[in-house]
């Protein structure tokens, strides 16, 4: 069965450095979402994505991230200069297979990013 | 905005019925579903149900819905220690538009 896939699965990264992390959403789909989950609180939506461009974001989704497709597979958010406060799992999600139904998002694994 | 609200904890014997609740506040939700977590894990779409529906069952899944008390439930049938995990209620206004997610609700099962 496809699905979403996401790497690293564990990222330590240093105040004020830059990360990357990647998402491979299922082939034929068409929307892309980040979430973010920090521990003990609720999954909380950043951005999503369709067509090349950015649909919604949310207020914790400031100039500090971005998102880009690069290819056709790969979608990746990066944080420019992280924080302290960016310390969660983020979670890649994707929707709307071609012709088909776009109420079900699937999600990756996460990525659990710990900022030191 | 949309608030999802769930109970933190859950502890039921093995075999018994587990019923994992949600409240919500926005009527124009109209899709509301269910995610399971397992450690280490992502998140599973485990069932959804639309707000013109007030049942759906699924095998040993069933869930409830209550329009006018914003009100959503799930119960798992004969439960199993597989079943532990962390159980999310989701909900959305319309597709592809962001999920607002609950806690999570950790279902512990005792053998």
């Known amino acids: 069965e496809p699905e979403v896939t996401q790497t690293p699965s564990h990222q330590v990264t240093q105040m004020g450095q830059e990360v990357i992390l990647r998402c491979v959403p299922i082939?034929?789909?068409?929307?892309f979402y980040w979430y973010r989950q920090i521990l003990g609180q609720k999954v909380e939506f950043l951005v999503s994505?369709?067509?090349?461009?950015?649909?919604?974001k949310s207020e914790i989704f400031d100039d500090q991230f971005s998102v880009e497709r690069p290819d056709g597979s790969n979608f990746t958010l990066k944080i420019r200069s992280t924080k302290l406060e960016d310390s969660a799992m983020y979670f890649c999600?994707?929707?709307?297979?071609?012709?088909?139904?776009?109420?079900?998002?699937?999600f990756g694994p996460g990525t659990r990013l710990t900022v030191t | 905005g949309e608030d999802v609200e769930q109970s933190l904890f859950l502890s039921v014997r093995e075999g018994d019925s587990s019923v994992i609740n949600c409240t919500y506040t926005?009527?124009?939700?109209?899709?509301l579903y269910w995610y399971k977590q397992e450690p280490g894990a992502g998140l599973q779409l485990l069932t959804y149900?639309?707000?013109?529906?007030d049942m759906k069952q699924d095998q040993r899944l069933t869930v409830l819905l209550n329009k006018k008390d914003k009100h959503l439930s799930l119960r798992i049938a004969d439960t199993q220690t597989g079943d532990s995990a962390i159980y999310f209620c989701?909900?959305?206004?319309?597709?592809?538009?962001?999920?607002?997610f609950g806690k999570g609700t950790r279902l512990s099962v005792i053998a």
């Open positions: 999600a994707s929707s709307a297979p071609t012709g088909g139904s776009s109420y079900e998002q699937y």
């Open positions: 082939s034929n789909h068409l929307y």
């Open positions: 994505f369709y067509n090349n461009e950015i649909s919604e």
């Open positions: 926005d009527s124009s939700s109209t899709y």
């Open positions: 149900i639309f707000s013109n529906m």
């Open positions: 989701a909900v959305l206004n319309s597709g592809n538009t962001p999920l607002v």
